[in-house]
């Protein structure tokens, strides 16, 4: 990377949040107008939904087993064991399944966003959609970002579903729980808040992974080289980012509903 | 300005007497610190075909960027079809594209689409029914004689193929305006006077105006000497004739670090006394 003054890296910083905060602004913009491009919206629906969901069924499943371990033995210390549904539910609903969720999809499709805008940029092919008469933010970005949005809410629902049931094996099976008093204590002690906490992360998290990994695409320059280079700043961007906005909007969550 | 529809089914611009298809006045543009393009004023007249010549890395791909708003420059105006395009919001000018065709220097096709599919792209952009979209893609594939490779994917074709299919996407909605950057570069010789030969055939069969970006003095020279005949393609004009061995309609215009240093006929080109216009040509 070529050294610059520090005026102008910061100036190079600036442009870069302004620009940004242009492509989500326009792809926001452009739901409420048509042309709508419902075809590519399915086709991405697909793409993050359905192909992200073994991913999200084993890590869901696979933490909730882990939790469910980890908490059974912490619990004993104090004679709380029959806790242990609880804890897990609570854990894998309002941060674990919506934030693991966020960075496994940010990992695989902010990636792969990047690296498809990014090859069609270095390729002309995002200029020749524009020659021919087509937006490249109504037609790439905002299919994308409405896709992401919609389905990571869907996906963190499975991933906390598949949490709590990993949880429920290890604690039925291995620790030798009542697997009634697991899953009784797992939904009692969910309220509302926790549920409307757990599931407007995902709308943050969506909104973050496509509008950076397209931002990181549609800058793309430099060839295979610069490609590689946008797919890994927009996997570190979207992940950093979405662990950032986990933070504020469970402070603000804590706020509304006070727990 | 209006617009009348032809029978293909495209919609051409009626544009008032006397007012250039293109018109660049004093346009310049820098990239960071650099300079790219300074000063540049030229005019094109429908029905013309202006070549840009120049060394790499002189300013020509983006004067053919400037020309369709795919950039815009920090001074000067750029009017496409009477239309100041510089302030010109952006769908405003998606809709003007819709006149414009343009082959970019790589074909810059769609890799996820096949064949038809990247020649019908604006076809069904405007929602235009399957069977007709299908006839004028064939329409099109015949006219660079790639009927054969309508089903293919990109990949599945040679540089030459996919820079008659990039023809071929430019043509199918009949522009008023064609933008060719460097349509023969990384070509072989046989395929390139190809596609000389297609460009040809475009300005003479449909009269396009049309913008050519080339550093293949060649290529350059084919076009302003020869002419395309149906019956006989590509034929040199006859010297014993009224136009003198020259395409009237062909005009150059040489650019040189970002400054336009010739802007004129085929025959001020040949006999230019400025010692770098002679070199270049040499």
């Not at chain 1, 926001?28 to 419902?38: A, K, L, N």
């Not at chain 1, 690296?115 to 008469?133: F, H, N, P, Y």
């Not at chain 2, 220097?105 to 929602?127: G, I, K, M, P, T």
């Not at chain 2, 594939?141 to 790639?146: R, S």
Request: charged content about 20%; some cysteine; glycine content about 10%.
């Amino acid at each position: 990377m070529a050294l610059v003054s520090p005026d102008v890296f910061i100036k190079q910083k600036i442009a870069a949040v302004q620009d940004y905060a242009v492509l989500a602004g326009t792809a926001i913009m452009d739901i409420f107008t048509g042309p709508h491009y419902w075809a590519d919206m399915f086709t991405q629906m697909d793409s993050i939904g359905v192909g992200s969901m073994p991913i999200i069924v084993l890590t869901g499943f696979f933490t909730g087993c882990v939790l469910a371990l980890q908490s059974v033995t912490a619990l004993q210390q104090f004679g709380a064991v029959s806790k242990t549904g609880s804890l897990v539910s609570l854990s894998m609903v309002k941060e674990l399944g919506p934030v693991l969720t966020g960075l496994m999809v940010s990992g695989r499709n902010a990636a792969g966003m990047a690296s498809e805008l990014g090859s069609m940029k270095v390729t002309e092919q995002i200029d020749a959609m524009r020659a021919l008469g087509t937006d490249p933010i109504r037609k790439l970005v905002t299919p994308r970002l409405i896709a992401t949005v919609f389905m990571l809410f869907f996906l963190t629902i499975v991933a906390d579903a598949f949490g709590i049931m990993g949880g429920a094996l290890v604690s039925i099976y291995l620790e030798g729980l009542n697997g009634s008093s697991y899953l009784h204590s797992s939904y009692q002690n969910l309220i509302h808040g926790d549920i409307v906490q757990g599931l407007t992360k995902p709308i943050f998290s969506g909104f973050i992974i496509a509008t950076v990994g397209c931002f990181f695409g549609m800058k793309t320059t430099g060839g295979t080289q610069g490609v590689g280079r946008s797919t890994t700043q927009a996997v570190v961007v979207s992940s950093v980012a979405i662990i950032v906005v986990d933070l504020l909007v469970t402070r603000a969550m804590i706020g509304i509903f006070g727990s | 300005m209006s617009e009348t529809q032809t029978s293909s089914g495209a919609a051409t611009l009626e544009l008032p007497e006397g007012v250039p298809v293109v018109e660049f006045k004093d346009v310049s543009i820098r990239f960071d610190v650099k300079p790219v393009l300074h000063k540049i004023s030229f005019a094109v007249e429908r029905g013309q075909t202006l070549i840009l010549l120049g060394p790499a890395g002189c300013g020509k791909s983006v004067l053919l960027k400037l020309a369709n708003g795919l950039l815009r420059p920090d001074e000067g105006s750029i009017r496409i079809f009477g239309q100041e395009i510089t302030t010109m919001r952006d769908r405003d000018l998606y809709a003007m594209r819709a006149h414009i065709g343009m082959v970019f220097q790589e074909s810059a096709l769609f890799d996820s689409l096949n064949v038809e599919d990247n020649v019908a792209y604006r076809l069904h952009e405007e929602h235009v029914p399957e069977d007709e979209s299908h006839a004028r893609v064939v329409e099109a594939l015949k006219f660079v004689e790639l009927e054969q490779a309508i089903a293919k994917f990109p990949s599945e074709l040679s540089g030459g193929m996919r820079r008659r299919v990039s023809i071929a996407r430019a043509i199918i909605s009949g522009p008023d305006l064609i933008l060719y950057d460097s349509p023969t570069g990384g070509l072989d010789p046989i395929t390139s006077t190809t596609i000389i030969e297609l460009v040809m055939k475009q300005r003479d069969v449909s009269h396009t105006t049309s913008l050519l970006v080339t550093h293949r003095l060649q290529d350059a020279f084919t076009l302003a000497t020869h002419r395309y005949d149906a019956a006989k393609g590509m034929a040199p004009i006859s010297k014993d004739g009224p136009e003198r061995g020259i395409d009237d309609s062909t005009k150059f215009l040489m650019l040189n670090e970002g400054n336009v240093v010739f802007h004129g006929t085929t025959e001020e080109l040949v006999r230019s006394t400025d010692p770098w216009i002679k070199e270049y040509l040499e």
